[in-house]
Every structure is written in structure tokens, then in C-alpha cells.
């Protein structure tokens, strides 16, 4: 960690690890976990199952969960993928938490041990049916958002072929993502397809 | 026979070029930067940095965000690729909140492009 505040201090009295302690360690005590370290950024806690840590990030001020088998550490999940795992991709539930008051700090420490008491059983007793089902939750979804990542120039590319009439380079573009079109896009490949030939 | 000596030894250390070059499951290039989530900046490879020693805390994530932004526009205008470290074994994206989330929009809108093989982000005229 290099990025430091100015006022230590400040970040401190935030209150989020006082928050953990008082929201957060007891339901994680009661599934066997114990603390193992606490800084005004993190606090960690391990039971024979899992590993996860309450991160509270020194630049964004992000507050969210980070946690993994102990048996496969290098996997490591957070709110999000429990709440997508547990109430499918697309659920309502807010997975995202900024805070920089200590109000706020409170209130959103608060959210995330609510979510962890509804839906995070199985995941602090380190449940390996679970743990696969996020696997596959969590692959199928970030896969998904890379292939529009990757596949957004492309069709950007492509509709300003399209509108310039270069219908070689429409299908040259759109050929390769073939499979991913929406149906106006695979009209327009038909149609460039017909009037680009000779390209 | 010299010359065969010297094109073994060529070709010993282009293998072991490209073995280093796999040692962090990515591309080696020297002085390059990376981003994404703090945790996942922890492990880079060599010659790899990251924009945190150009971002002290500002005291309020509005602030911070702006000047964050900022450091990752004057990255930009240099045009060499960046690492996105926030990636599956098979380089997808994840942990795609926050200002990582930002940060991936901005290289977006400025027509950077993201490649899962070499877990690169590439300007415009580098594709």
C-alpha cells in the first residue's frame, strides 16, 4: 500500500474498523473465524474454511468483502459475487459501497454484515457447492462483460462503415463476431455481404 | 563451428527471454503501468508500476477521482499499453466497480481497446 493520507488520523476517525468489530466480527465469529489483522484500510479474519478480509480502500474509498477458500486462496470472490451467485445476475441488491463519513462508513458496514447474515451462510462455512456455483456465476458473467469490452469498437467501427456506405469493411468487421450480432446487425452483414462481393 | 555456438547460444537466450516473459502469466515490457483494484496490484512483474505514488489521498473520493482521472489521461498521452491486473486466469475482467470501473471507461471512450490474450489495453493506433 503506497498511497497514504495526509491525516492518518482522519482516516481513522472514520470508524470503519471499530464498525467491522461492532457489525461484522460477530457473525463471523460465530462461524469460527478469528481476526488476524486490522489497519484504518482492512481487517482480516481466517476460520479453518475461509479467508476474508472487510476492505475499506485508502484512494476510492470502496468498502467490500474479499474473501477465498483457504483451500484455493488465488480464488478470491466479493459482495457482488455472492449477491449475483445467491439472487442471480441482474438482483436489485446495491453491491456497491463508497463512503467517506463516518456516518456513512457505519451505515454501509452495517448493509454488508445484513447481506452477509442473509445470504453469506454457506459461503463463511466454506460450502464447496457454493463455491463452484460462484465459480461458474462469476466466469459466465465476466466473460460476458469482457466480450463486450472487446466487441464495443467493433461494432463502433462498424456502424461508421455503415454509415459511409463501405459495406466490405462492414462485413470484414462483423464476420469475426458473427455469432454475437443483434439482428439489425446480422441484417446488415446480409446486405453487406451481398454488396461487397468482390471484396 | 563458431558460428554454430553462437546461434545456440542465440537461441538459449531467446527461450529464456520468452520464459521470463510468461513468468507473471503476461507479457514483460519494462516501465510498463498497471492498474486495477489495490489487491490485485500487489504482485507485478518486472519493470511493471502503478499510478499510486502520483495519487495521494485528496481526503473525499470526488477529489480523489478527479485527480486520479487526471493521472490516467497524462498515462494516456504517453500511448503505451497498460496491464489491467483485475483479470481471470483467462485475462476477463473482473472487479469491475469503482473507479477501476471508471478507469476502464475512460480507456474506452478514448478508444483504447482491451485484448483478454495479453491482458493489455492498447491505444487507438497501436491496435
Redesign the interface.
Known amino acids: 500500500m503506497t498511497a497514504k493520507d495526509s491525516n492518518n488520523g482522519r482516516r481513522e476517525s472514520l470508524g470503519f474498523a471499530e464498525a467491522v468489530a461492532q457489525y461484522i466480527a460477530p457473525l463471523l465469529t460465530a462461524k469460527g473465524f478469528t481476526r488476524t489483522e486490522q489497519t484504518a484500510y482492512s481487517v482480516r479474519f481466517q476460520s479453518p474454511a475461509v479467508a476474508l478480509a472487510v476492505f475499506h480502500e485508502p484512494v476510492s474509498y470502496e468498502l467490500d468483502l474479499v474473501y477465498a477458500l483457504q483451500a484455493a486462496p488465488s480464488e478470491r470472490y466479493n459482495l457482488c459475487d455472492m449477491l449475483d451467485t445467491v439472487l442471480g445476475i441482474g438482483h436489485k441488491e446495491q453491491a456497491f459501497f463508497q463512503a467517506s463519513e463516518h456516518d456513512r462508513v457505519v451505515y454501509c458496514i452495517k448493509a454488508i454484515a445484513d447481506y452477509l447474515r442473509k445470504y453469506g451462510d454457506k459461503v463463511l462455512i466454506g460450502d464447496p457447492t457454493v463455491y463452484q456455483r460462484m465459480r461458474e456465476v462469476t466466469r459466465r458473467r465476466n466473460e460476458a462483460y469482457t466480450k463486450q469490452v472487446v466487441q464495443q469498437p467493433i461494432r463502433q467501427a462498424a456502424e461508421d462503415a455503415w454509415q459511409k456506405h463501405d459495406y466490405a469493411k462492414v462485413r470484414d468487421l462483423y464476420e469475426p463476431i458473427e455469432d454475437d450480432l443483434t439482428p439489425v446487425e446480422k441484417k446488415r452483414l446480409d446486405y453487406a455481404k451481398s454488396h461487397s462481393r468482390s471484396g | 563451428m563458431r558460428t554454430t555456438i553462437r546461434a545456440l547460444l542465440l537461441g538459449l537466450l531467446l527461450v529464456a527471454v520468452v520464459a521470463n516473459s510468461h513468468a507473471g502469466d503476461f507479457p514483460f515490457a519494462p516501465n510498463r503501468t498497471v492498474i486495477g483494484?489495490?489487491?490485485d496490484l500487489k504482485n507485478l512483474g518486472p519493470g511493471e508500476n502503478?499510478l499510486?505514488?502520483h495519487?495521494?489521498?485528496q481526503?473525499?473520493?470526488k477529489l480523489?477521482?478527479q485527480q486520479?482521472s487526471s493521472v490516467l489521461r497524462t498515462e494516456m498521452g504517453k500511448g503505451l499499453p497498460l496491464r489491467d491486473a483485475s483479470v481471470?486466469s483467462?485475462?476477463?475482467?473482473?472487479?469491475?466497480?469503482?473507479?477501476l470501473r471508471a478507469e476502464?471507461g475512460l480507456l474506452?471512450q478514448h478508444?483504447w481497446?482491451?485484448?483478454?490474450q495479453t491482458r493489455l489495453w492498447s491505444p487507438p493506433a497501436a491496435k
Open positions: 483494484k489495490l489487491d502503478t499510486l505514488k495519487l495521494p489521498n481526503g473525499s473520493p480523489n477521482w486520479n481471470d483467462a485475462g476477463n475482467l473482473i472487479n469491475n466497480t469503482g473507479f476502464r474506452q478508444g481497446t482491451y485484448n483478454p
